[in-house]
């Protein structure tokens, strides 16, 4: 999920269940600045980015080493290293857990301000 918002024209621009772009600030420009909506979802908000040539990269590169490295930790902590995949994304403990991963960020320019923010999406 990402999010930018342009203080001097009021616009913003949203995308949320994207996957595999390099920089989701980037897609949601794209929303804000090339279409009629504030917010686009899922398979809607791949296609636009992908229309306006958003960078996409493989899933795995968006995981860094720290992150696997948490991931096996909370995993051995909670129990859950003797479960497949599938059955570790459906424990109800995953759900207990506050997130972690989100950036933002504000400029302030000739008094022109801007913001933007992204959840880590992992």
């Known amino acids: 999920d990402s999010s930018i918002m342009e203080g001097a024209t009021m616009k913003a621009g949203a995308v949320a ?12 420009r794209v929303v804000m600045d090339n279409s009629s909506h504030v917010l686009v979802v899922g398979e809607g908000a791949e296609r636009l980015a992908r229309k306006f040539e958003v960078e996409e990269v493989e899933e795995d590169w968006l995981i860094t080493n720290y992150s ?42 000739g008094g022109h301000v801007a913001a933007a923010t992204s959840t880590g999406g992992i």
């Open 17 to 28: 269940s994207i996957g595999g772009f390099r920089h989701p600030v980037a897609a949601a």
């Open 68 to 109: 696997r490295h948490l991931l096996e930790e909370y995993l051995k902590q909670h129990n859950l290293t003797h479960l497949e995949q599938e059955e570790v994304w459906n424990s109800p403990i995953l759900g207990q857990q506050s997130g972690t991963g989100t950036v933002g960020a504000v400029a302030f320019m």
